[in-house]
């Protein structure tokens, strides 16, 4: 008897006020699921809770982010007077179609429970939908649980992930320092400060990935190293980032992803990542067409995706509706690119005819072409003739499309191989650059060539390089003088900018609204402007506003240092000056 009296009156925290009055129905139930859903995000039984008095901001005390149209959703399952819950099921299920995740049972089942369409009934499933960060191995991601770049096989490092995959944070953290001191890696940076906020835990922990163009083994020799170079410098843009973040008390965790610049793998990951509800937003890809293949997964499952290096112009968002837009470059797209090269070489040199080599194939050196045609044709005479001019063929000949080029009157040659998909743009591109036949002409080298190792090359034959952030490298910022130190390296690529600012751009959505949706509407908010390394950063459209008085690009050329021997860039107007 006592017993059934108990199942009667229910348990306490979550039975509703009208259960202990013995008047229950369906809405009864919500209630319950309503508590259910809190005691799961928060780990503390509701009971406690309103001992504590934080029932009401229970939303503030959750182990897992989620969005505020869930907390909604939850406060609704648990309003006092039964007619102000949902109606039944159907309502219920009808609401969770409405939230950013279309897929119901995929949402129920992160907290643990499945609501019976007709029926109101619940039953018991998997407690929670694919985490972040797993100890699965070789499936591309890793939050500390494997090694990602090639090569990096430290003792300590291992030992260091290998702890990390077993949750054993504190054992982890001694053996990624002593990696870290061994070794200034980026990879290495983010499993450690990953292991710090894991320990430290809390309910506060703030979940992104990156998708960089790492693989287990380069399909081509002409790439071979080139994607691993790539990876690594946006992953120092990321790792310094965090650890400024982490410093100011945001646990930012990172989940790095590989890629391999690869068109079938890249909406693989896109894929695997959307899945996992507490990954708030994604840097990356690293290329265009890895890109343009992955967008559309994030869109569908409303997940920020802000690139760092992606300046195609047909990645723009075009006249979709604010709410509509998933995909924001703190690069500046290729159109201003074009018109910066137009004008610098018209100053510099009163060059009007050049001869653009490119990858017509391929989306990053087709929208190149594209807006370089259309800037030059505003101020001089555009010289192309695409078979002899096209990088991406097994057969081009450098000679042929040199003497093509000048046969044609072109004094100068600007160099968009795409480097990272295609597999021969960059040894074309590089035969280009070494061809005696090339040294009378003025060679403009795109942003997918800078800091790539042909300094002494360029330096004798008087190359231009496109460079996209104009921060003098001796300029004296907070920024510069951390990577610099950071790193131990004396100049930094413009990977490693960009993908700062881009992590910032999501740090400061987070901040304010931390949950996807949150994310999105901050970042296509007309009112979002931070400071960057790069400069104000401000979105039309998902693209990077224009400021005039900041260039996004700028022409730059190699020189030898004035000391220690080497070479560095200065912009192409300015001379160099040795005391």
Request: with cysteine.
């Amino acid at each position: 008897k006592g017993r059934n009296a108990t199942k009667l009156l229910g348990t306490e925290g979550y039975a509703p006020h009208e259960q202990f009055n013995r008047k229950v129905g369906r809405q009864s139930d919500f209630y319950a699921l309503g508590r259910t859903f809190v005691h799961l995000l928060t780990g503390t039984h509701p009971s406690e809770m309103e001992a504590l008095d934080t029932l009401e901001t229970w939303d503030t005390h959750t182990k897992y982010p989620i969005s505020s149209s869930l907390v909604a959703l939850i406060n609704w399952l648990m309003e006092y007077f039964p007619h102000k819950r949902p109606k039944n099921a159907k309502v219920i299920l009808k609401r969770l179609h409405q939230i950013q995740n279309p897929n119901p049972i995929l949402w129920l089942s992160r907290f643990g429970v499945f609501v019976a369409g007709m029926t109101g009934a619940i039953v018991s499933i998997d407690l929670f939908s694919p985490k972040a960060c797993n100890s699965k191995l070789n499936d591309l991601l890793s939050c500390g649980e494997e090694i990602l770049v090639p090569g990096n096989n430290l003792l300590e490092k291992q030992q260091g992930v290998e702890a990390f995959r077993s949750g054993k944070y504190q054992e982890a953290i001694a053996h990624l320092e002593t990696a870290w001191n061994q070794q200034h890696d980026p990879e290495t940076l983010i499993y450690l400060n990953n292991a710090r906020i894991n320990l430290k835990g809390g309910n506060k922990i703030r979940t992104i990935a990156i998708v960089v163009s790492l693989s287990r083994t380069d399909k081509t020799k002409a790439n071979e190293g080139f994607n691993q170079q790539k990876a690594i410098k946006h992953l120092y843009g990321i790792a310094q980032a965090q650890s400024e973040a982490i410093a100011k008390g945001l646990n930012l965790q990172v989940l790095i992803a590989a890629d391999a610049n690869d068109l079938e793998i890249a909406p693989k990951i896109a894929k695997a990542l959307v899945s996992k509800p507490s990954i708030l937003a994604v840097l990356g890809h690293n290329t265009s067409e890895a890109t343009q293949k992955a967008m559309p997964i994030y869109a569908k499952h409303h997940l920020v995706l802000v690139s760092p290096s992606c300046p195609s112009t047909e990645l723009s968002n075009g006249n979709r509706e604010p709410e509509e837009i998933f995909f924001f470059r703190v690069i500046h797209t290729n159109r201003i690119a074009a018109r910066s090269i137009a004008q610098d070489l018209l100053q510099i040199n009163q060059q009007k005819k050049v001869a653009i080599f490119t990858n017509p194939h391929l989306s990053f050196s087709r929208s190149y072409q594209q807006e370089l045609q259309e800037a030059f044709a505003l101020t001089g005479q555009v010289e192309r003739e695409v078979k002899a001019f096209d990088l991406s063929q097994a057969s081009f000949n450098p000679e042929v499309a040199i003497a093509t080029a000048k046969q044609q009157g072109a004094k100068a040659i600007v160099l968009v191989p795409d480097v990272g998909s295609s597999p021969y743009g960059l040894a074309n591109a590089l035969k280009v650059v070494k061809s005696p036949h090339s040294r009378d002409l003025l060679l403009i080298l795109s942003e997918s060539l800078y800091n790539y190792q042909i300094p002494h090359q360029a330096a004798r034959n008087r190359h231009l390089f496109v460079n996209l952030w104009n921060i003098p490298q001796n300029q004296s910022t907070e920024f510069l003088r951390t990577a610099k130190a950071l790193w131990q390296q004396e100049n930094v690529a413009w990977e490693t900018t960009g993908t700062y600012d881009a992590t910032l751009v999501i740090i400061a959505a987070l901040q304010q609204q931390p949950s996807r949706a949150g994310v999105q509407k901050v970042l296509s908010s007309k009112s979002f402007r931070i400071a960057g390394a790069t400069g104000v950063i401000e979105f039309e459209k998902g693209d990077r506003k224009e400021n005039p008085s900041i260039p996004g690009y700028v022409l730059v050329k190699v020189v030898p240092k004035c000391a220690g021997g080497g070479y560095g860039f200065l912009p192409a107007n300015q001379e160099l000056k040795c005391s």
